[in-house]
């Protein structure tokens, strides 16, 4: 039995599910994944309705009915995502409905998580959680909020899989890098990133992660001018030195939703040949994978109703509007779209795009008037 996720069992999961479309499941050249995540963040953490709902029943029925890639953060909900994750899997795998090796599980390290309840004077946590047990120095957390130093990444990593009660995680990522920018220069962002490559291809070896990533917000998507714009290139580079020709370093999380739409229409990433190309030509020039964050913008894309012309377009015409952005979304070149529900009812809702055909590309582009290939 393994401790993660295979090529075989991953195929056996989608065999479950022969009325699916077939555009529903991807191959990312290790594992077969829903073109569909379930992610766990939830936004205004302090509000403490955040913690009287759980997510567990949305994480059960996801990989009951398809959908076998989940992520969260150590950050998310001061640690109670991962926790409520680990309770869907334990009664999935107790009750025989899903193995480990069916499912990618990632997470995201970085941030200061803390701790749920919401400690009364977080600085105190911050000191005897982290700066007391020597995991960074106070000039080595950025703005109370992150920390790249390999001892605390290294802590993170481990209290993750604690709070998923898992041995090994699927993907890794580097959680928003460039949020250090501003406080730190460029070419200290590398080294840090350096130290942090360094300590995940060790994790590889130990077998807690198997993959690793690093996961932005506007990093990868802003032009290259940007005080916090990232190179895709100088990571590829970084990670080509930390790890060789073999290396780990596998997939990128970035924005990608019907209003968000740089990663496909905005050339600001240098490709292996020094020419500039879309964040998703770049990756795939790379040999990287993508997975596709904030699907639905945090539901900030349904401001107004869509015009009709889009759901034509797309092929959801017939469905609501949420159908219709998840189906931009995922009809492109990421592995996986992930989306936040936690009423499983949305779940369900959402799975309705299982059984249809990713739109067609020549009619994405003529909506956003771009050639890029997706």
């Not at 039995?1 to 050249?29: I, N, V």
């Not at 205004?44 to 913690?51: D, H, K, Q, S």
């Not at 020597?134 to 604690?162: F, G």
């Not at 990133?193 to 996961?215: C, D, M, P, Q, T």
Request: charged letters at 25%; aromatic letters at 14%; one cysteine or more.
């Amino acid at each position: 039995m393994s401790a993660y996720a295979t090529k075989e069992a991953t195929f056996a999961y989608l065999k479950q599910f022969p009325k699916y479309s077939k555009d529903f499941y991807r191959f990312d050249g290790d594992v077969f994944v829903s073109s569909l995540g379930l992610g766990t963040f939830r936004k205004e953490p302090y509000r403490e309705e955040n913690y009287v709902i759980n997510y567990k029943e949305s994480v059960k029925l996801a990989v009951l009915n398809g959908i076998n890639l989940i992520d969260t953060a150590i950050n998310y909900r001061y640690q109670i995502s991962e926790r409520e994750i680990a309770e869907a899997l334990r009664e999935l795998f107790d009750e025989q409905k899903a193995t480990r090796e069916q499912l990618v599980i990632t997470s995201k390290v970085g941030f200061l998580p803390l701790d749920f309840p919401f400690p009364i004077n977080p600085y105190t946590w911050i000191e005897e959680n982290v700066i007391e047990k020597n995991l960074a120095s106070k000039e080595e957390i950025v703005v109370d909020q992150h920390c790249m130093t390999p001892d605390y990444l290294r802590w993170s990593v481990e209290k993750s899989l604690k709070n998923l009660v898992l041995k090994t995680l699927d993907i890794l990522f580097l959680h928003n890098p460039e949020m250090q920018l501003g406080y730190i220069d460029y070419k200290e962002l590398k080294k840090r990133v350096k130290k942090a490559f360094e300590l995940f291809e060790k994790l590889v070896k130990e077998k807690k992660i198997r993959n690793y990533g690093v996961a932005t917000w506007n990093g990868f998507l802003y032009d290259e001018t940007h005080t916090e714009y990232l190179s895709l290139k100088d990571l590829v580079e970084i990670a080509q030195e930390v790890g060789g020709a073999n290396n780990h370093f596998k997939y990128i999380q970035a924005p990608y939703n019907i209003a968000k739409t740089q990663a496909y229409s905005f050339s600001n990433q240098k490709g292996p040949d020094g020419k500039y190309y879309t964040l998703m030509q770049a990756v795939y020039g790379y040999g990287l994978k993508m997975i596709g964050s904030s699907s639905l913008l945090q539901a900030n894309v349904f401001q107004r109703k869509f015009d009709a012309d889009v759901g034509k377009a797309l092929g959801t015409k017939d469905f609501n509007d949420v159908i219709t952005a998840l189906q931009f979304a995922r009809s492109s070149s990421v592995v996986s779209s992930l989306f936040g529900a936690i009423n499983p009812l949305h779940v369900k809702d959402n799975l309705t795009l299982a059984y249809l055909p990713n739109a067609d590309k020549e009619a994405i582009s003529k909506l956003y008037g771009a050639n890029n290939v997706i």
